[in-house]
C-alpha cells in the first residue's frame, strides 16, 4: 500500500494569472498507491494545480520535487517524460482508429520498418488487463462505449510507464455503473504502484474512491486529511469557509401571476422530466453540478433542443419552441454561458449589439432608423450604466462587466418575459457582479421573470427568490429563499447525503 | 449624429480609394494614353460588369461564404440569353427578366446546398463553377453565337439624361445595395451572421435563410453582369467571364472586406473593382501578354487577403516593436497598460 514517502511533492506553489492569483502557496504530497482527492468550488484552482503538475502551467514561486529531488517541468512533454499522465474529461483518442493504433499511436512497434501488429495488440490487451477489462484491440473506438473509450485512454497512458495519474472530473460524462467501473480501475492501478490525484465534483464518489482529501479554497489549501478522518459535512464547511465577504442585493419583485410553466419537459439531451413555473418578477436559481442539465434546460427553453414531450406556456399560452426564432418570439430570451463566442458581434459598436433582437423597434416602415436605434440604445445604456464609450466603438474593447450588461441591454431591448441567465456573473470582478445584480433586480421589477444558472453557489442562494436543485436531467428539490444553506444545496447538487436535506 | 455616420463611412472607404488613386496615379505617370478621354471612358465601361458582379460577391463575403461561380453564371447567362432571343425569338425585355429568374434560381442552389446542406460554399460553388461553364459549353456545342439582335446593343451603349447606360446602372445599384445593406433589418442581419454566427442564431437570426439570401442576390447580379456582357458585344460566349468571380472577390477584399465576414463597406468595394480594371487597362496599354496580367491579378489578390489575414499579427508586431523601442528609451516608468495590444486588433 501506500509508502510514506511523497513520490510527487508541491511546495509552497504560487501561480498568478492576470487579476487572480489561482494558487497561493499550496504544498501537496502525492504518495505511490495513494488516490488523493482534490476539492473545492469552481475557480478554487484545482486545475492549475493540475496544470502545474503536468507541466501546461509553470509555477511562478514554490517548488516542485518528484522523489525528493527538485525538478522543473518546462512543458507537457517534460512532465510526461516523467511519467506523469493527465486524464481529461475530453478525450484526446482518434475515433475512427483501432483500440490498438489509438493506444499505441506514434509510437507503433516496428520491425524491420514495418509496424509489428501482433506486438501491438499483445500489448495492448496487455495494458487493458492490468486495468481488469477486455476490449478486442481491433475494434474502432468510435464503436466503443464512453465508458470504455476511458478505459483505452487509460491504457494508453500506463502503456507509457506512467507513474502519476491525474483525473480531471473523470466521471462527469459517465452513468453511476460506468463510475464504479472507472473506480475499481483507479483502485487496481493504485495497488500495482501508480500516484492518483482524483480531481471532482462529486463528493460521494469522492469519499467512496479516495485516500486522502485536499480542499481548496480561492487558491489556498484549506486542509488535507485521510479519508477516515473527515466526511462529506467538513469536507462542504472547508470548500464554502464560513464568511461570506461578498454583498448580495435582492429585491423582493415577485408577483403572484406565473409567467413561464414549463410541465414535464424532455429532450434527447438529458432532460428528463422537468417541471416548474416562474411567476412575473421572481428569480428562480437552478443549482447543480456541471453536467446535471441546467443548461440542456435552458437550450430546451431557447428552442436549440427539441422537445420531445411536455408543454411550454408563457403567460398562460402555450409556445412552440423550434428555433430561438420561436422563443424570442414567445419572450423567451438566453443570455450564453460564452458571451464572447456566443453572444457579442465584435464587429458590431454598442447599439447594433442591443438592437440585433429586436430591429423591429427601430424600424420606419421596411428601413430601419439609425437615428432612433442611436437614442433608444443611449438611453438603454445610460439606465444600465454602460460604458459609455460602447456608443460608437466595437464592444470587444469593453470589460466584462460592460459587455454582459450589453448582453442583458439586449433582451431588455427585445422585450423579454422570460430571461434565462446561464453564468452570468463568471469570470467578471466583484464590482462588475454588484451591477450585473442590479440590473437583475431591475429586470424583475419590470415583472420579468428570470431563471438563474449559476456554479457560484453563495450567490444564487443570495439572489434567488426560489432554489431549484437539479442533478441528472431532473429537477429534484425546491427550497424557497433562505431554506436552504450552501452546504445542503452542495450535498443535493453533489448527490451526498441528499435524504437528510430533503426530508 | 449624421456626421458621425459619415466619418464611419469615410474611415472605411478611404483606404480602398487612395490605393485606387494610387494605381491610377501611377498609370498616368507611366503612359499618356492612360489619360486620354476615350481610355478613362473604356475603363469606366469595363468597370461596370466588375463592379456589379462584385456587389453580390461582397454580400456573400459578408455572411463569411463565398461564390467562386458567379464568372460561371455569367457566361451561361449569356449563351441563353443570345439564343432565347436569336433562335427562340423571345423579345430582349422578357429574355433578360427571365436571365435575372435564372440567376436567383441558381444562386438560390448555391445558397441552399451550402447553408441548409452544410456543403462549405468554398467546394459547393468550386463545383457549380464548373457545372455552369460547362452547361453555357453544352448550350452552344461550345461556338459562341454573335450577332443576337440589334435589340441589345442599347442595353449597355444607349444613354440617360446624357449619362451612359453603364454608369447608370452602377449608380443605381451601389445605391441599392448600399441601402439594403445598412437601412433594412435584412442587411444588419447579413453583418450579424457573419460577425459571429452562433451569436446571430441565439438572437433569433435565421443564419441558414440569410446566407440563402446572400446567394440569390448574388446569382441575379451574376445574371445582370452577363446580360451587359452580352449587350455589350452582342454576342453569347461559354467562354466569357473567365475569372470574373476572382476580380469580383479581390475588389471586396481590396475594399477592406473581411474573408472572415462581417466586415466591409458596398463603396469601398467599388474602388476595389476601379482598381483592378485600372491595373488591367495599364497592363494592356503597355502591352503586357495576357499570362503576365493572370499572373499580375493573382498576386494582387493573394496580397490582398494576405493583409487581411495578417492585420492583426502585424499590427501587435508593430506594437511589439514600438513597445520595445519605448522601453529601451525609458526603463524606469513600468508599462501599464495591454489595451494598446487590444486596440490593434481591431480592423479598420
Given at each position: 500500500m501506500a509508502t510514506y514517502r511523497p513520490f510527487w511533492e508541491l511546495r509552497s506553489v504560487v501561480k498568478t494569472f492576470p487579476g487572480v492569483r489561482a494558487l497561493d502557496g499550496v504544498s501537496l504530497a502525492l504518495r505511490i498507491g495513494e488516490i488523493h482527492a482534490l476539492l473545492g468550488e469552481n475557480g478554487s484552482g484545482k486545475s492549475t494545480l493540475a496544470k502545474v503538475l503536468s507541466g501546461v502551467h509553470q509555477p511562478d514561486a514554490g517548488e516542485v520535487f518528484q522523489r525528493g529531488e527538485l525538478v522543473v517541468l518546462r512543458d507537457p512533454h517534460d512532465a510526461q517524460t516523467r511519467g506523469v499522465a493527465t486524464f481529461h474529461q475530453e478525450f484526446s483518442l482518434v475515433p475512427e482508429l483501432s483500440v490498438a493504433e489509438n493506444i499505441y499511436l506514434g509510437r507503433l512497434p516496428q520491425r524491420r520498418g514495418v509496424v509489428d501488429w501482433s506486438a501491438a495488440r499483445r500489448g495492448s490487451v496487455e495494458a487493458l488487463a492490468r486495468l481488469n477489462v477486455k476490449i478486442d484491440?481491433?475494434?474502432?473506438?468510435?464503436?466503443?462505449?464512453v465508458a470504455e473509450q476511458q478505459f483505452v485512454e487509460i491504457a494508453k497512458a500506463i502503456s507509457r510507464d506512467m507513474m502519476l495519474l491525474i483525473l480531471d472530473e473523470?466521471?462527469?460524462?459517465?452513468g453511476p455503473a460506468e463510475s464504479e467501473r472507472l473506480h475499481g480501475v483507479t483502485r487496481v492501478l493504485a495497488q500495482q504502484g501508480t500516484a492518483i490525484l482524483y480531481i471532482s465534483h462529486r463528493l460521494d464518489e469522492v469519499f467512496a474512491v479516495a485516500d486522502v482529501v485536499t480542499v481548496l479554497k480561492d487558491g489556498k489549501l484549506v486542509g488535507t486529511n485521510a479519508r477516515r478522518e473527515t466526511s462529506v459535512r467538513e469536507a462542504v464547511r472547508m470548500m464554502i469557509g464560513s464568511d461570506l465577504e461578498e454583498h448580495f442585493d435582492r429585491r423582493e419583485n415577485a408577483r403572484e401571476r406565473p409567467r413561464l410553466e414549463v410541465r414535464d419537459v424532455r429532450t434527447e439531451n438529458r432532460v428528463n422530466g422537468v417541471s416548474f413555473a416562474v411567476a412575473e418578477g421572481e428569480v428562480l436559481g437552478f443549482g447543480g453540478i456541471?453536467?446535471?442539465g441546467r443548461t440542456e434546460i435552458a437550450r430546451a427553453l431557447f428552442g436549440l433542443d427539441r422537445i420531445t414531450e411536455g408543454d411550454v406556456l408563457v403567460d398562460g399560452r402555450r409556445v412552440e419552441l423550434r428555433s430561438p426564432g420561436d422563443a424570442i418570439e414567445a419572450g423567451i430570451a438566453l443570455m450564453p454561458e460564452n458571451r464572447k463566442a456566443d453572444g457579442l458581434f465584435f464587429n458590431f459598436e454598442g447599439p447594433a449589439n442591443i438592437t440585433i433582437a429586436g430591429l423591429g423597434a427601430i424600424q420606419i416602415g421596411p428601413f430601419l432608423s439609425l437615428t432612433r436605434e442611436r437614442r433608444r440604445a443611449r438611453k438603454l445604456m445610460q439606465e444600465l450604466r454602460?460604458?459609455?464609450?460602447a456608443e460608437d466603438r466595437s464592444v470587444r474593447f469593453l470589460s466584462g462587466g460592460n459587455q454582459q450588461k450589453v448582453m442583458l441591454a439586449r433582451w431588455l431591448f427585445a422585450r423579454t418575459r422570460v430571461l434565462i441567465l446561464d453564468e452570468p456573473t463568471q469570470g467578471i470582478d466583484v464590482s462588475a457582479k454588484q451591477e450585473v445584480y442590479r440590473v437583475i433586480n431591475e429586470l424583475t421589477a419590470d415583472g420579468i421573470a428570470v431563471v438563474l444558472i449559476s456554479s457560484d453557489f453563495p450567490e444564487l442562494l443570495a439572489i434567488s427568490d426560489r432554489v431549484a436543485v437539479v442533478r441528472s436531467g431532473c429537477i429534484i428539490h425546491f427550497a424557497e429563499y433562505g431554506e436552504l444553506s450552501e452546504h445542503e444545496l452542495v450535498e443535493l447538487a453533489a448527490g451526498g447525503g441528499a435524504n437528510e436535506v430533503a426530508a | 449624429m449624421r456626421e458621425r455616420f459619415a466619418d464611419a463611412l469615410r474611415s472605411q472607404v478611404v483606404g480602398p480609394f487612395l490605393i485606387m488613386l494610387a494605381v491610377a496615379t501611377a498609370m498616368a505617370l507611366s503612359t499618356d494614353r492612360f489619360l486620354l478621354s476615350q481610355n478613362l471612358k473604356n475603363v469606366g465601361l469595363q468597370v461596370a460588369i466588375v463592379a456589379i458582379v462584385a456587389i453580390g460577391a461582397t454580400i456573400v463575403i459578408l455572411t463569411a461564404q463565398i461564390d467562386l461561380s458567379s464568372g460561371s453564371l455569367v457566361a451561361l447567362t449569356s449563351v441563353l440569353l443570345a439564343d432565347i432571343v436569336k433562335n427562340a425569338g423571345l423579345s430582349v425585355p422578357l429574355a433578360a427578366l427571365l436571365m435575372i429568374l435564372m440567376g436567383a434560381g441558381l444562386g438560390l442552389v448555391n445558397g441552399f446546398f451550402s447553408s441548409y446542406g452544410r456543403i462549405p460554399s468554398f467546394i459547393f460553388t468550386l463545383g457549380t463553377l464548373a457545372i455552369f461553364r460547362g452547361l453555357a459549353f453544352q448550350q452552344t456545342g461550345g461556338t459562341p453565337i454573335f450577332s443576337?439582335?440589334?435589340?441589345?446593343d442599347p442595353i449597355f451603349y444607349g444613354e440617360l439624361g446624357g449619362l451612359p447606360l453603364p454608369f447608370v446602372y452602377v449608380v443605381v445599384l451601389y445605391a441599392l445595395a448600399w441601402a439594403f445593406l445598412i437601412y433594412t433589418p435584412r442587411g444588419r442581419q447579413i453583418y450579424a451572421v457573419g460577425g459571429n454566427e452562433s451569436a446571430a442564431r441565439l438572437s433569433g437570426i435565421n443564419v441558414n435563410r440569410v446566407r440563402t439570401e446572400a446567394f440569390v442576390i448574388a446569382g441575379a447580379l451574376s445574371a445582370v453582369g452577363g446580360i451587359l456582357l452580352t449587350a455589350r458585344l452582342d454576342s453569347g460566349s461559354p467562354?466569357?467571364?473567365?475569372?470574373l468571380e476572382l476580380m469580383a472577390i479581390a475588389s471586396a477584399v481590396i475594399g477592406g472586406a473581411s474573408l472572415f465576414g462581417g466586415q466591409g463597406n458596398i463603396f469601398a468595394t467599388l474602388f476595389g473593382a476601379f482598381t483592378i480594371v485600372i491595373v488591367q487597362n495599364g497592363l494592356n496599354l503597355h502591352a503586357v501578354p495576357s499570362a503576365w496580367q493572370n499572373i499580375t491579378l493573382g498576386a494582387i489578390i493573394a496580397v490582398a487577403v494576405g493583409v487581411d489575414m495578417w492585420r492583426g499579427e502585424f499590427a501587435r508586431l508593430l506594437v511589439r516593436l514600438w513597445r520595445r523601442g519605448r522601453a529601451a528609451q525609458d526603463e524606469a516608468r513600468p508599462t501599464t497598460s495591454t489595451s494598446a495590444e487590444d486596440d490593434v486588433q481591431s480592423r479598420p
Amino acid at each position: 500500500m501506500a509508502t510514506y514517502r511523497p513520490f510527487w511533492e508541491l511546495r509552497s506553489v504560487v501561480k498568478t494569472f492576470p487579476g487572480v492569483r489561482a494558487l497561493d502557496g499550496v504544498s501537496l504530497a502525492l504518495r505511490i498507491g495513494e488516490i488523493h482527492a482534490l476539492l473545492g468550488e469552481n475557480g478554487s484552482g484545482k486545475s492549475t494545480l493540475a496544470k502545474v503538475l503536468s507541466g501546461v502551467h509553470q509555477p511562478d514561486a514554490g517548488e516542485v520535487f518528484q522523489r525528493g529531488e527538485l525538478v522543473v517541468l518546462r512543458d507537457p512533454h517534460d512532465a510526461q517524460t516523467r511519467g506523469v499522465a493527465t486524464f481529461h474529461q475530453e478525450f484526446s483518442l482518434v475515433p475512427e482508429l483501432s483500440v490498438a493504433e489509438n493506444i499505441y499511436l506514434g509510437r507503433l512497434p516496428q520491425r524491420r520498418g514495418v509496424v509489428d501488429w501482433s506486438a501491438a495488440r499483445r500489448g495492448s490487451v496487455e495494458a487493458l488487463a492490468r486495468l481488469n477489462v477486455k476490449i478486442d484491440p481491433d475494434r474502432k473506438v468510435a464503436s466503443l462505449s464512453v465508458a470504455e473509450q476511458q478505459f483505452v485512454e487509460i491504457a494508453k497512458a500506463i502503456s507509457r510507464d506512467m507513474m502519476l495519474l491525474i483525473l480531471d472530473e473523470p466521471t462527469a460524462a459517465l452513468g453511476p455503473a460506468e463510475s464504479e467501473r472507472l473506480h475499481g480501475v483507479t483502485r487496481v492501478l493504485a495497488q500495482q504502484g501508480t500516484a492518483i490525484l482524483y480531481i471532482s465534483h462529486r463528493l460521494d464518489e469522492v469519499f467512496a474512491v479516495a485516500d486522502v482529501v485536499t480542499v481548496l479554497k480561492d487558491g489556498k489549501l484549506v486542509g488535507t486529511n485521510a479519508r477516515r478522518e473527515t466526511s462529506v459535512r467538513e469536507a462542504v464547511r472547508m470548500m464554502i469557509g464560513s464568511d461570506l465577504e461578498e454583498h448580495f442585493d435582492r429585491r423582493e419583485n415577485a408577483r403572484e401571476r406565473p409567467r413561464l410553466e414549463v410541465r414535464d419537459v424532455r429532450t434527447e439531451n438529458r432532460v428528463n422530466g422537468v417541471s416548474f413555473a416562474v411567476a412575473e418578477g421572481e428569480v428562480l436559481g437552478f443549482g447543480g453540478i456541471a453536467g446535471a442539465g441546467r443548461t440542456e434546460i435552458a437550450r430546451a427553453l431557447f428552442g436549440l433542443d427539441r422537445i420531445t414531450e411536455g408543454d411550454v406556456l408563457v403567460d398562460g399560452r402555450r409556445v412552440e419552441l423550434r428555433s430561438p426564432g420561436d422563443a424570442i418570439e414567445a419572450g423567451i430570451a438566453l443570455m450564453p454561458e460564452n458571451r464572447k463566442a456566443d453572444g457579442l458581434f465584435f464587429n458590431f459598436e454598442g447599439p447594433a449589439n442591443i438592437t440585433i433582437a429586436g430591429l423591429g423597434a427601430i424600424q420606419i416602415g421596411p428601413f430601419l432608423s439609425l437615428t432612433r436605434e442611436r437614442r433608444r440604445a443611449r438611453k438603454l445604456m445610460q439606465e444600465l450604466r454602460i460604458d459609455r464609450r460602447a456608443e460608437d466603438r466595437s464592444v470587444r474593447f469593453l470589460s466584462g462587466g460592460n459587455q454582459q450588461k450589453v448582453m442583458l441591454a439586449r433582451w431588455l431591448f427585445a422585450r423579454t418575459r422570460v430571461l434565462i441567465l446561464d453564468e452570468p456573473t463568471q469570470g467578471i470582478d466583484v464590482s462588475a457582479k454588484q451591477e450585473v445584480y442590479r440590473v437583475i433586480n431591475e429586470l424583475t421589477a419590470d415583472g420579468i421573470a428570470v431563471v438563474l444558472i449559476s456554479s457560484d453557489f453563495p450567490e444564487l442562494l443570495a439572489i434567488s427568490d426560489r432554489v431549484a436543485v437539479v442533478r441528472s436531467g431532473c429537477i429534484i428539490h425546491f427550497a424557497e429563499y433562505g431554506e436552504l444553506s450552501e452546504h445542503e444545496l452542495v450535498e443535493l447538487a453533489a448527490g451526498g447525503g441528499a435524504n437528510e436535506v430533503a426530508a | 449624429m449624421r456626421e458621425r455616420f459619415a466619418d464611419a463611412l469615410r474611415s472605411q472607404v478611404v483606404g480602398p480609394f487612395l490605393i485606387m488613386l494610387a494605381v491610377a496615379t501611377a498609370m498616368a505617370l507611366s503612359t499618356d494614353r492612360f489619360l486620354l478621354s476615350q481610355n478613362l471612358k473604356n475603363v469606366g465601361l469595363q468597370v461596370a460588369i466588375v463592379a456589379i458582379v462584385a456587389i453580390g460577391a461582397t454580400i456573400v463575403i459578408l455572411t463569411a461564404q463565398i461564390d467562386l461561380s458567379s464568372g460561371s453564371l455569367v457566361a451561361l447567362t449569356s449563351v441563353l440569353l443570345a439564343d432565347i432571343v436569336k433562335n427562340a425569338g423571345l423579345s430582349v425585355p422578357l429574355a433578360a427578366l427571365l436571365m435575372i429568374l435564372m440567376g436567383a434560381g441558381l444562386g438560390l442552389v448555391n445558397g441552399f446546398f451550402s447553408s441548409y446542406g452544410r456543403i462549405p460554399s468554398f467546394i459547393f460553388t468550386l463545383g457549380t463553377l464548373a457545372i455552369f461553364r460547362g452547361l453555357a459549353f453544352q448550350q452552344t456545342g461550345g461556338t459562341p453565337i454573335f450577332s443576337v439582335s440589334p435589340q441589345l446593343d442599347p442595353i449597355f451603349y444607349g444613354e440617360l439624361g446624357g449619362l451612359p447606360l453603364p454608369f447608370v446602372y452602377v449608380v443605381v445599384l451601389y445605391a441599392l445595395a448600399w441601402a439594403f445593406l445598412i437601412y433594412t433589418p435584412r442587411g444588419r442581419q447579413i453583418y450579424a451572421v457573419g460577425g459571429n454566427e452562433s451569436a446571430a442564431r441565439l438572437s433569433g437570426i435565421n443564419v441558414n435563410r440569410v446566407r440563402t439570401e446572400a446567394f440569390v442576390i448574388a446569382g441575379a447580379l451574376s445574371a445582370v453582369g452577363g446580360i451587359l456582357l452580352t449587350a455589350r458585344l452582342d454576342s453569347g460566349s461559354p467562354n466569357y467571364g473567365q475569372g470574373l468571380e476572382l476580380m469580383a472577390i479581390a475588389s471586396a477584399v481590396i475594399g477592406g472586406a473581411s474573408l472572415f465576414g462581417g466586415q466591409g463597406n458596398i463603396f469601398a468595394t467599388l474602388f476595389g473593382a476601379f482598381t483592378i480594371v485600372i491595373v488591367q487597362n495599364g497592363l494592356n496599354l503597355h502591352a503586357v501578354p495576357s499570362a503576365w496580367q493572370n499572373i499580375t491579378l493573382g498576386a494582387i489578390i493573394a496580397v490582398a487577403v494576405g493583409v487581411d489575414m495578417w492585420r492583426g499579427e502585424f499590427a501587435r508586431l508593430l506594437v511589439r516593436l514600438w513597445r520595445r523601442g519605448r522601453a529601451a528609451q525609458d526603463e524606469a516608468r513600468p508599462t501599464t497598460s495591454t489595451s494598446a495590444e487590444d486596440d490593434v486588433q481591431s480592423r479598420p
